[in-house]
Every structure is written in C-alpha cells, then in structure tokens.
C-alpha cells in the first residue's frame, strides 16, 4: 500500500500568515487521486481538496492544492483563526486509501 | 442537506461482537458508495471497509478481513458494519463516509473505486476493554 508522509508535523504561525504542508507518498500516485482534509478537535474530517488541486464545494479560495506523482502541498494563503486544526492528505489511487498522519496547524 | 447519523458505538469486551449503523439522508443513498473509516484516540485515520452502491461488491482493509461485515439497506437508507472478535486496537471512533467514486474493474474484473469521502458522520465511539 501507499505510505504517505506528512510533514512538517505541527506548524506553529500566526493569523494572516501563510502555511505549506506537505504530503508526500512512498510511490507515484496514479492520476493525481490525492484529497486534503481538515479536522477540528471532536469533529469529523471535512473535505477540502481532491484531485489535488479542486477545490471542494464551499472551501475558501485560501486553500489550494497543489502537486503530481509523489509529492503534494496544500496552501493556506492567509491564515484565518478557524484555520488552526489538523490537515490529513489521503490517496485514492491505489487500494487501499491511505491518510497521512496528519499536521497540526497550531497558533504560535 | 446530506447529513450522516452514526449510532450503536460502545464498551465491549475482548472477543465481543457489536453492530454500527449509518442513517443517511438528503441524498440518493442508493447510488452511492460508502465507507467506513476509524481513528483511534489521538491518532490519524484509517479505512475500514468500503461497499458499492447496490451491495454486490465490498472491500475490507487486511487488519479486520474475516472479522467486520459491511453491508447496506438501502430501503432505509442505512449502512452498517457488524464488527466480531473485537480486539483492544479496533477501540476508535468510526466514521461513516459517502464516496465520491470514479469506478474501474481490476485485473481479475472485480469491481473497485477510487474514492475520496465527503461527507462524513460525525463518528461513534467504540472501546474495546475488559
């Protein structure tokens, strides 16, 4: 299966500035089938990217994706104080799905 | 508005047997894929078992083969996963998550999907403790 590494692990920045995650998979994701998620503490993941690069309904144009083969970033242009949580990469095009281990994004 | 209803989390013994269901709505239930996608306290996520639209076809991660059943009725609108011989590490909240799923037959024609999730419920708890 396809191991995907996130990193940095916790991200420590203020409002208004900019955050880069990374997400990078132990093989080539096929078709760029790779999703970001964001992840409020006692809630459930919600969708913010796929295809790595579209954006999902209703997700603010700060987030974007970017990235093909085995190396994947997601950007958040302008940090917004609901933007402090935790962020999973997923890849979907090999069996099974596998998530990276996460990044918090935590206000420094 | 699609929402997703987990329920029938709880403690269990080891080598114990538990049923969660999936209420769905605001969707066509019927012509979705869903998922079943677990986080252990403090950890990342981690898929489950998945199954298609009409139930004809499922797929389990190696680490609860031979132990989960997913299934789906989609009179109801309700997806379940009947999880047996419980062990200490499938202690975790269980999502349920609609796929979204571009389809494809594999090399030995089975049916598979590349899926990503969206929705998800909002989980239920499952421990597993003596």
């Known amino acids: 299966e396809i191991v995907l590494t996130q990193s940095p692990g916790t991200l420590s920045l203020s409002p208004g500035e900019r955050a880069t995650l990374s997400c990078r998979a132990s093989q080539s994701v096929s078709s760029s089938y790779l999703a970001w998620y964001q992840q409020k503490p006692g809630q459930a993941p919600r969708l913010l990217i796929y295809g790595a690069s579209s954006r999902a309904t209703g997700i603010p144009d700060r987030f974007s994706g970017s990235g093909s083969g085995t190396d994947f970033t997601l950007t958040i242009s302008r940090l917004e104080p609901e933007d402090f949580a935790v962020y999973y990469c997923q890849q979907y095009g090999s069996s099974p799905e596998t998530f990276g281990q996460g990044t918090k994004v935590e206000i420094k | 508005e699609v929402q997703l209803v987990e329920s029938g989390g709880g403690l269990v013994q080891p080598g114990g047997s538990l049923r969660l269901s999936c209420a769905a709505s605001?969707?066509?239930?019927?012509?979705?894929?869903m998922h079943w996608v677990r986080q252990a306290p403090g950890k990342g996520l981690v898929w489950v078992s998945r199954?298609?639209?009409?139930?004809?076809?499922?797929s389990y991660a190696d680490s609860v083969k031979g132990r989960f059943t997913i299934s789906r009725d989609n009179a109801k609108n309700t997806l379940y996963l009947q999880m047996n011989s419980l062990r200490a590490e499938d202690t975790a909240v269980y999502y349920c998550a609609r796929g979204v799923t571009i389809p494809y037959y594999d090399f030995w024609s089975a049916l598979e999907g590349y899926n990503w999730f969206d929705p998800w419920g909002q989980g239920t708890l499952v421990t597993v403790s003596s």
């Open positions: 605001g969707f066509t239930f019927s012509s979705y894929w």
């Open positions: 199954i298609n639209s009409d139930g004809s076809s499922t």
